[in-house]
């Protein structure tokens, strides 16, 4: 059966790297046709919308997207930049990520945080035992962030209307702000609901199961936060029972940002809510090459969008060769062959990958610590395209 895949490259380096991704699946075999999905800044300044409806539609249509990045920008720029003939008809920005997060439910985001062995960019440790020696310790942590809600949910207000701080005031702890001015009052709600609670965990020791994870750590900050970071912990109590080989650990937020830096190799799968899950990605993310390598999942019951986590770095697009990495889309592309079943192709372009790195003689200018520019090529960073050869040779 050929699939149908949304491709929406988006904008800046997103144009880059997802015809890289394309490459790579199209050599190992994945039999897939690839439906372009308009997305991004461009339909933002000619349409007034950066996720048009067909674009939607295709989505439920297909409910496979890969998706390359966005350029947003702030709110007066946004009005700035659009179509002369567009101002003042009440066109709002909303990023479209969100908007799809939102309008498909994608409220499982899944990031791997794996290293590559040889990558120049992981993290090492001072070896106590050895007189300026290091270890470096290998990192395989697959954080799951809820997707949808929680802080980011964007319910927040300046100048909360009145019935809000009524609302509010039947709280005590709301007796402090008594006297402070709506007007100088700034609110963002954590709301949490049980079903998403339920379906992030879930999702988490799935996942563990499925890949053989000894642990699912939940990282929240239930001392604080008793409600939502408490909802989160009971609901992992809860589930935990149902995949006996698996151990629940739990870590707060913070603590877990400074265990990271000391024993990264200690975590396996990790699940937290939508800011926390955020912080801890990325934290992750830089122990094993950062941008260049970071992918990750929107998932959702019926359509599931996959996607670097890196943005458009506009300074990079017109750089022609191109020398961003196209690692992170590629993984990303794993990601989606892991999503559909396709395992024995989502391990070869690992496999491929993981002995380019290996090898180290094709190295992005991340990679090789240089500063992004046009004399990265001639310091011995490859280009884009050569990374993907690279690979290409490999599978
Ligand atoms: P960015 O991720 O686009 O770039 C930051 C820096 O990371 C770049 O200057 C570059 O040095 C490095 N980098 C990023 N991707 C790389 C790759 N594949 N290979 C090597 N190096 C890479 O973040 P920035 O500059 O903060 O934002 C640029 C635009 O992207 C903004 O408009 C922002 O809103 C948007 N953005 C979009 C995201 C998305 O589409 N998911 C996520 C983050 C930012
Ligand atoms: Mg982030």
Redesign the pocket.
């Known amino acids: 059966m050929k699939r149908h895949v949304v491709a929406m490259p ?1 904008d ?3 144009k880059t ?1 997802l015809p890289e991704a394309i490459r790579v699946l199209d050599a190992v075999g994945f039999e897939a046709e690839y439906v372009h999905g308009d997305i991004g800044w461009e339909f933002w300044c000619k349409e007034g919308n950066a996720l048009p409806d067909r674009t939607i539609a295709l989505l439920e249509e297909h409910k496979l997207g890969l998706f390359g ?5 702030p709110k007066d720029k946004a009005a700035r930049e659009i179509d002369p003939g567009l101002r003042e008809k009440g066109y709002v920005y909303y990023s479209p ?1 969100v908007t799809m997060r939102q309008k498909f439910n994608l409220d499982v985001c899944a990031r791997p945080c794996i290293s590559f062995e040889g990558n120049p960019l992981n993290f090492i440790r001072r070896d106590p035992n050895a007189e300026g020696g290091f270890v470096e310790p290998p990192v395989n942590v697959v954080v799951f962030r809820q997707n949808t809600e929680g802080l980011y949910g964007g319910v927040e207000w300046t100048d909360p209307p009145d019935e809000v701080r009524k609302a509010l005031e039947t709280h005590p702890k709301m007796a402090k702000f008594k006297n402070v001015p709506s007007a100088d009052l700034a609110i963002s709600t954590r709301i949490f609901t049980r079903p998403a609670c339920q379906r992030i965990v879930r999702a988490a020791f799935e996942y563990a199961k499925r890949f053989g994870y000894r642990s699912v750590t939940v990282c929240e900050k239930p001392n604080v936060l008793r409600e939502t970071s408490g909802m989160m912990e009971a609901e992992a109590r809860e589930i935990a029972s149902d995949f006996p080989g698996i151990e629940l650990w739990s870590t707060n937020i913070d603590a877990q940002m400074m265990w990271l830096t000391k024993n990264p190799e200690d975590y396996g799968v990790v699940v937290a809510g939508n800011m926390f899950g955020d912080i801890i990605s990325d934290g992750f993310a830089g122990l094993v090459g950062g ?2 390598f970071a992918c990750s999942g929107n998932i959702g019951d019926e359509c599931a969008v996959f ?10 697009e017109k750089l022609d060769p191109s020398i ?3 690692i ?2 590629i993984l990303s592309a794993v990601m989606m062959l892991e999503h559909v079943g396709e395992m024995e192709k989502a391990t070869r372009i690992r496999d491929a990958i993981g002995a380019v790195i290996r090898e180290g003689k094709v190295r ?3 990679m090789l610590r240089l500063p ?1 520019g046009p004399d990265a090529i001639s310091r011995g960073a490859a280009t884009t395209q050569q990374m993907t050869d690279a690979i290409l040779a490999n599978l």
């Open positions: 988006g800046g380096i997103g790297v990045a966005i350029t947003s920008k990520i941008l260049g996607e670097p986590t890196h943005g458009s770095a506009p300074r990079y961003v990495n196209p992170a889309m992005t200018y991340d992004g």
